[in-house]
Each structure stands twice: as structure tokens, then as C-alpha cells.
């Protein structure tokens, strides 16, 4: 299957009511209402357009009893939903198997791809960034320590201090008169700040790889999309010719 496409099993109501289930499938890109609309739809190979009816109280679609019948659908058959315009139209098709096989077979890719070592031996990497020489991006706080300690003059910050107890390091930034003070906390989420009751009052900014604190009342600096707005020029000197290889 398509990473944009959702199968849906079909149950004898369905088929009695002409109805497609749907559920909270956000690959679907389904329009965001409270009330019914009516979409289009397009069938199977087809590009006729038709309208049907979107409840998204209910997350279904309505109106295809007859294409049901046309296709002999019956109970335990699969149905493919693929959105062709997101939130305007979608193409419906039937699948060549049942649900149940669809489903195993989707399954089974997942299991694949998730790792099922454990122990204390095993390595864990983040994801592939190949920056100054650092193949990996941070899985933890300490990662984010280090990557912070290769950009920091890149991003114009003059490190005073760096310490084992809270705050982490004391910086400074240049604030178009002189250099201001300030106490920062590594993190490598910005929720982490949180979770560890950490004093809001004593930190002027959190240095993390990910946020995902809304709502935060720090300044926070987030690295992973910083990353991609730097220089490079650093990794070619170090490994001549990595650029060039696509990385």
C-alpha cells in the first residue's frame, strides 16, 4: 500500500447502509468540519466524479451502496481509500484480497522494521545528520552537550561556563551593545526542562534537540532544524568530497 492510502474493512451494515468507515486515519487528510459536507469521489480506475456524503462525527462515508453491488462486495472484502485532491476528493477501489490478508501482510512489514534487540550492550543512534564530523544526531542530553560545543560560534555564542548542576552553562549573546549574561539548561526535548522541575526563574534558555514543550515560557533554541540552516563548508574540509556524494 501507498503511505497515503487506508484500507477498511467492510461489514455486512456497511454494505446494507453503503457506507465506508473510515476512522481516525490522519493519512487521509480529511477535511476538518463538525458537521456533513458532501466531497467528491472518484472509483476504482475511474475519473468520473461523484459526490458523497463526509460525516465527521462518525468518520464515514455514505452514498456507495450501489457501487457495492456492482462489485458483489461482501462482508470481510477490503476497501482502499486514497485521497486525490486532500480534503476535496478521494479515490475508493477494492482491494484483491481480503482484509484480513492485507493486514498480515502490513503487519508483518512492521515487525520487520522495528528492532527487537535489547540489553545493555546494544548501540542506539539518532538519525543520520553528517555534520563536522558527527555521523549521528543526539538520542540524549549529552548528545545535545556535544553538538552544541561544535556550533556554538556559528551561531555568534560565547560560552563562560559550563557545569554539572542546574543551570548547565552560562553564555553569552551579544545584544547590540554588548554581550548580555545568560543561564541556559541542555535538554533533549524542551519538555524534559519541565519534567525535571527544573526553576523557571533561574534559566534564561533551554538548548535541546526536539521541542515539544508548548506553551514554553524560555526562549528556546532548537537544534535539529537549526542544523540545516548552517554552513557546511566545516564537513568538507574534514572529509573532502562527502558533500559531493549526496550526504
Not at 461489514?11 to 487521509?28: A, C, D, H, S
Not at 548528545?143 to 559550563?162: D, K, S, Y
Not at 532544524?225 to 554552513?231: A, D, M, T, V
Request: hydrophobic letters at 35%.
Amino acid at each position: 500500500m501507498k503511505s497515503k492510502e487506508v484500507i477498511s474493512k467492510l461489514t455486512q451494515v456497511y454494505l446494507n447502509y453503503g457506507i465506508v468507515p473510515i476512522g481516525g486515519k490522519p493519512e487521509l487528510d480529511l477535511p476538518e468540519v463538525k458537521q456533513s459536507i458532501k466531497i467528491e469521489a472518484v472509483f476504482d480506475d475511474y475519473d468520473k466524479v461523484q459526490l458523497l456524503t463526509y460525516d465527521p462525527l462518525q468518520k464515514r462515508f455514505f452514498g456507495v451502496k450501489g457501487w457495492y453491488k456492482t462489485h458483489n462486495a461482501k462482508p470481510g472484502d477490503a476497501i482502499v481509500i486514497e485521497p486525490v485532491i486532500s480534503g476535496k476528493r478521494y479515490r475508493f477501489r477494492f482491494c484483491n484480497r481480503k482484509y484480513e490478508e492485507v493486514l498480515s501482510e502490513e503487519n508483518l512489514l512492521e515487525r520487520i522494521k522495528v528492532s527487537k534487540k535489547s540489553g545493555r550492550g546494544i548501540s542506539i543512534v539518532g538519525k543520520p545528520i553528517n555534520y563536522g564530523g558527527l555521523i549521528y544526531g543526539p538520542v540524549n542530553e549529552l548528545g545535545v552537550v556535544l553538538l552544541f560545543g561544535m556550533i556554538f560560534e556559528e551561531l555568534g555564542i560565547i560560552v563562560e561556563e559550563v557545569k554539572s548542576g542546574f543551570p548547565d552553562a552560562t553564555i553569552r549573546r551579544f545584544n547590540g551593545k554588548g554581550w548580555t549574561r545568560e543561564l541556559v539548561e541542555f535538554e533533549y526535548e524542551s519538555l524534559n526542562f519541565k519534567q525535571h522541575n527544573h526553576s523557571v526563574s533561574g534559566c534564561d534558555m533551554i538548548i535541546c534537540w526536539s521541542h515539544n514543550w508548548k506553551d514554553c515560557p524560555l526562549e528556546v533554541c532548537e537544534m535539529e532544524p537549526l542544523l540545516k540552516l548552517l554552513p557546511r563548508d566545516k564537513l568538507e574540509k574534514v572529509y573532502p568530497g562527502i558533500l559531493k556524494n549526496g550526504n
